[in-house]
């Protein structure tokens, strides 16, 4: 698969690779032709598997990177990392601010302007816009590898798509579950979980063109990509994972996810 996507253009690598993670959200999604819900200890476990791997893939595949693509400039290594890292958290929560969304069927009051739009459309935009830092961070990934940085490789990009991925598979139930439980049909409950994945694949040939554009901007990027993540996991997987009583076996999730996600970036990386 890596001698496979090496010999593409970094914009179809990216393509490729933010389509597989949205595919695993439909499956995640899919998995409501099986069960009208699942048990939410193991919901839990997976919302806080997904937290582990986006914390570790912010540190491993972003971060880090980041930090070493700065050595030598004229600015301390540091500080680009740091200001893309707080503009990645800045934005997402400026974009959530005015976003109408709502994070669970049962909210009462959706967060950002008010909107007369439909409870499920606000649902799905909340996961979509959870979604966009995800699918860059892939894109930013194959064009940092083909910017010809050492410390970037297709190899490792190709980790954490598979990374992402993976975590995207409980995401996709997280939708398509409580639609489910709230009247909607199997594929209507299908369709709204796998949408929510679609700007994945948008947001991952943004980024991986973005690199390519504007190769300076490169550690800044990948920091940006890794503080919006970071914002996603703080705000959400993890307090959701909480949520349910099962403390426990979510943070055993978070450190198993984070498990994985280091041993595929550090294995294939």
């Known amino acids: 698969m890596v001698t496979f996507l090496t010999n593409l253009n970094p914009v179809i690598q990216a393509l490729l690779a933010t389509l597989f993670t949205w595919f695993m959200t439909s499956a995640g999604a899919a998995a409501v032709f099986l069960a009208r819900e699942i048990n939410r200890k193991v919901l839990d476990s997976m919302l806080g598997f997904a937290a582990g ?16 693509m700065a050595e030598g400039g004229s600015l301390p290594m540091w500080l680009p990392a740091t200001i893309g890292f707080v503009l990645g958290g800045v934005f997402l929560r400026g974009v959530d601010l005015v976003l109408p969304h709502m994070h669970r069927c049962d909210e009462e009051h959706p967060e950002g302007v008010k909107t007369v739009w439909q409870r499920i459309t606000l649902l799905v935009l909340a996961i979509t816009l959870h979604n966009f830092p995800e699918g860059l961070a892939v894109g930013v990934a194959f064009g940092a590898a083909a910017a010809g940085f050492p410390s970037a490789t297709v190899a490792g990009a190709v980790a954490l798509a598979l990374g992402i991925g993976i975590q995207n598979f409980p995401e996709g139930m997280a939708v398509s579950m409580p639609l489910r439980r709230e009247g909607y049909t199997p594929f209507k409950s299908f369709w709204y979980g796998q949408l929510s994945g ?13 690199v390519l554009i504007a190769r300076p901007l490169l550690p800044y990027t990948l920091a940006f990509a890794a503080g919006a993540m970071i914002f996603v996991v703080a705000e959400d997987l993890i307090p959701e994972a909480q949520s349910g009583g099962n403390t426990h076996l979510a943070t055993f999730g978070v450190m198993l996810g984070f498990t994985v996600m280091m041993v595929l970036d550090v294995a294939l990386g």
């Open 198 to 210: 679609v700007v994945e694949p948008l947001a991952g040939v943004l980024g991986a063109a973005a």
């Open 53 to 68: 791997v986006m914390i570790a893939a912010s540190y491993w595949s972003l971060l880090a990177p980041a930090i070493e």
